[in-house]
């Protein structure tokens, strides 16, 4: 048996921690709980997404193979949460592999999230 481990945090690799802990909080609702140059972390009290500054990041090419992660979001309204990250910093690539089932954005610093409507 295999025993098994309770995920409490993700971390991601980035230029500007405090910048993109203020990006995510703003699209998740989730309290900026540490923020500093180095270092920075948004949480809910029950899921953690920590960002550290990596002075050599670079963002993936997409499409592309050197996409490590991406997270995936759901929402109530896809067209209004495309919108609106938009006019946070968000980009949204030309390649859509979801068609009309989701949409693959690109935050401020050009990791990719995919935003999905409400389960019917």
Not at 34 to 59: C, H, L, M, P, S
Not at 78 to 99: C, I, M, N
Request: proline share 8%; net charge negative; charged share 25%.
């Amino acid at each position: 048996m295999t025993t098994n481990a309770k995920l409490v945090a993700v971390t991601i690799d980035c230029l500007e921690p405090k910048k993109l802990a203020e990006f995510y909080a703003q699209i998740t609702g989730f309290n900026v709980d540490y923020a500093e140059d180095e270092y920075a972390g948004i949480g809910d009290g029950n899921t953690t997404i920590f960002f550290q500054r990596v002075a050599d990041r670079k963002a993936p090419s997409w499409p592309g193979p050197d996409k490590m992660f991406h997270l995936d979001f759901r929402v109530d309204d896809l067209a209004t949460a495309v919108d609106e990250y938009l006019a946070l910093g968000a980009t949204k690539p030309d390649f859509q592999p979801g068609g009309d089932n989701w949409v693959t954005m690109a935050d401020p610093e050009g990791n990719l999230f995919d935003v999905l409507p409400p389960r019917s």
